[in-house]
């Protein structure tokens, strides 16, 4: 056969299979690596082309993150991009690059990084030198001796040796072109590229599959500003046969030798086109690619997140971008996700997301609240019923609670003298974990009388540890050493109420929990001390301040407006309807309309 049949036969085939293989992914989405090819042919057994010394075939060798966490979260798209590389790749002796600036170029040479198992790296501006020097330093440690160079100056279209003695494949940015460079078994001539906006672009190259020849083009008229809502416009872009003659390189690239893909290993990307190189490499080494907002990326923040990192259960995470520089205790927040487990209303994180609507009191009495005035199954209906009320005056999940007293004020001081009556663990397990299986979540509320509220805490850590319950602490019920119970409002220092915080964040980022709420009970500047000097910087706590004046309305909508005076930044807030106390006692359109900011925590007492 001559070469113009060949090359018709092939152009054929190739246009076959890229359209199935575009069919496909669409179809698809985010599947199972393919088995990887480790069993290459060796280049004698390649078929030759007449006049041509067959190529060498090239190397690539993954590698696994030497740590649990990798953060890379450079501002430089040119250093993420070889960080990316060296935490993912132990070799690789093609690497595919693209200009920093260019995203169409960029688009390409992810497709054919992933397609290829190499790595993608970014070429900086001709005056990053400190940049342009990490990237040759980086193409040393992975030994690279060819490099195929996407996009720029079509006149520059050639095949020679760099300066540092690498054979240098340079295309332009096109899908013929990039298509017919590529190696044999995976030639795409003439594809159809799949055209993405740059608001999609992550979020395509995150689906692309190692050893499948997918083509990614830039939308016509695209916005390459970064954005952090991933949508994928699925249009085409034809090339024809003029096209191919005139951007088609005359060789093709050698064969790559792929590594086994990493399985364990998992990359969050913030949604951000600059995290294109650094999420096609990984890609290109099997590595599931998760983006995550820019704006705010936590992966707890969302339910679809968690569930995501839950299935994939990684042992090592690369965090992706530079929004990742400024998330506070991430290790903790990835552990977590990493459980799968999901708080009621979904995700892990409380606030902003969720309103919780409480029912107070204590199992076996009706003296202290409406909780305890049935019993548990009965208790559970009514939580659910009230909380019910509340979805149509607002856009948040509302999500049924249980706010148990679990150390009761008492007038007497006790066998140990604190004048507290304390309620064992075993005890309240069954409301714990009904109010859990309904759906609910649970506070335990602590009035410790004379001993101090980290003291009474623990107590309870056998239940805390469980991901839907938190704690709550009531001042009012805070005694000095000589105090007694109804003689006056007890009081706290911040300080102690900050060992608490401590004390539960870290129970939190032990146990890989998702983040807990700390509610403190206050209707008087006085009950906290020092309250300014509070500890709000723990992200695994949603701290509450919660607010229980009672009686005629105007009065308490002025203590509202007074705790929320000065209180320290990073504070949620609740409010508390007193069914026979408030004169009247809101409704649930009310509540929402009338107290001002809307409240995260509604208690009924």
Known sequence: MGHSA???????????????????????????????????????????????????VLDATTARPGTPLTVIADADPVRNAIAASAALYSESRLVV?????????????????????????????????????????????????????????????????D?????????????????????????????????????????????????????????????PAPTTTPTTTPTTTPTGPAAAATDRPPVTLPRVRRSVPRTGVLVLAVNDPAQLAGAATARAAGVDVLPVPADHPNPQASAALVTALGAARPSAVLALGAAFAGEERLAWKVRAAATGVQLPGGGQVLFPASLLVALYGTPGTSALGVLGEQELPAAIIRARSTASQYAEHTERTVVPMMEIIATVAAGAEGADGNYSNELSADRLRPWVEAAGKAGMYVVLDLQPGRTDFLTQAKRYESLLVLPHVGLALDPEWRLGKTQRHLEQIGSVDAAELNTVITWLADLTSTHALPQKLLVLHQFSLKMIRNRASLDTSRPELALLLHVDGLGGQPAKQATWRALRAGAPAGIFWGWKNFIDEDQPMLTP???????????????YQ
């Not at 989405?29 to 030759?48: F, H, K, L, N, Y």
């Not at 990490?134 to 030994?143: F, K, Q, S, V």
């Not at 494949?169 to 030639?187: M, N």
């Not at 359109?589 to 208690?603: E, K, R, Y």
Request: aromatic share 0%.
């Open 589 to 603: 359109a009310q509540t929402m309309a009338q107290v001002v900011p809307s409240p995260d925590l509604i208690t």
């Open 6 to 56: 060949r090359g018709a036969t092939r152009g054929a085939g190739a246009r076959i299979l890229g359209t199935l293989l575009l069919g496909a992914l669409l179809l698809s989405g985010c599947v199972a690596e393919p088995a990887p090819q480790t069993d290459a042919p060796a280049a004698s057994e390649r078929p030759s082309v007449p006049g041509r010394v067959p190529s060498p």
């Open 163 to 223: 300066a540092a003695g690498r054979e240098e494949f340079h295309v332009v940015a096109s899908p013929d072109a990039v298509g017919a460079i590529l190696p044999r078994e995976l030639a795409a001539e003439a594809v159809t590229a799949n055209a993405v906006t740059a608001e999609g672009a992550l979020a395509a190259v995150a689906k692309l599959k190692a050893g499948t020849p997918l083509l990614l083009g830039l939308a016509a008229g695209a916005d």
């Open 97 to 161: 690059t693209a200009s920093v600036g260019d995203l169409a170029a960029q688009l390409l040479a992810s497709s054919a990084a992933v397609a290829l198992g190499v790595p993608l790296l970014l070429t900086p501006t001709p005056d990053a030198t400190a940049a342009a020097a990490a990237l040759e330093d980086e193409l040393g440690r992975l030994g690279a001796s060819h490099l195929l160079k996407v996009g720029g100056d079509p006149a520059a279209r050639h095949v020679g040796t």
